[in-house]
């Protein structure tokens, strides 16, 4: 049974960074596919990232590109790093773990996190 540990999350300004971190726990870290969604009180759960088993293939939503990254280690880990986070990033991110290529939808995704809440203040 697959079990996804987020941490990292907290409280920063706008134009800060921080680095979520994932720790997956059973099964083969390295045959799975990760990602990285976020939800904000009132919306839906959204994409922001994901990367694929070998860390050759990665997609980002567009309103992230150039200041996320995400990163996976060959162990149990896959990182997110946030660069000039601004308040509308203010949300719990998950992490989430699928078998299968990269995918952007939620519903894609078998395993989850319990989320970690990044609050950026303007």
């Known amino acids: 049974q697959v079990h996804l540990v987020e941490s990292g999350g907290g409280l920063v300004q706008a134009g800060d960074s921080l680095r979520l971190s994932c720790t997956h726990f059973?099964?083969?870290?390295?045959?799975?596919?990760m990602g990285w969604f976020r939800q904000a009180p009132g919306k839906q759960r959204e994409f922001v990232a994901t990367?694929?088993?070998?860390?050759?293939?990665t997609d980002y939503v567009a309103s992230v590109k150039g200041r996320f990254t995400i990163s996976r280690d060959n162990a149990d880990k896959v990182y997110l790093q946030m660069n000039t986070l601004r308040p509308e990033d203010t949300a719990v991110y998950y992490c989430?773990?699928?078998?299968?290529?990269?995918?952007?939808?939620?519903?894609?995704?078998?395993?989850w996190g319990q989320g970690t809440q990044v609050t950026v203040s303007s």
């Open positions: 989430a773990a699928r078998t299968g290529g990269p995918r952007n939808s939620p519903e894609d995704y078998s395993y």
């Open positions: 059973g099964g083969s870290f390295g045959a799975y596919t």
């Open positions: 990367i694929s088993w070998g860390g050759r293939t």
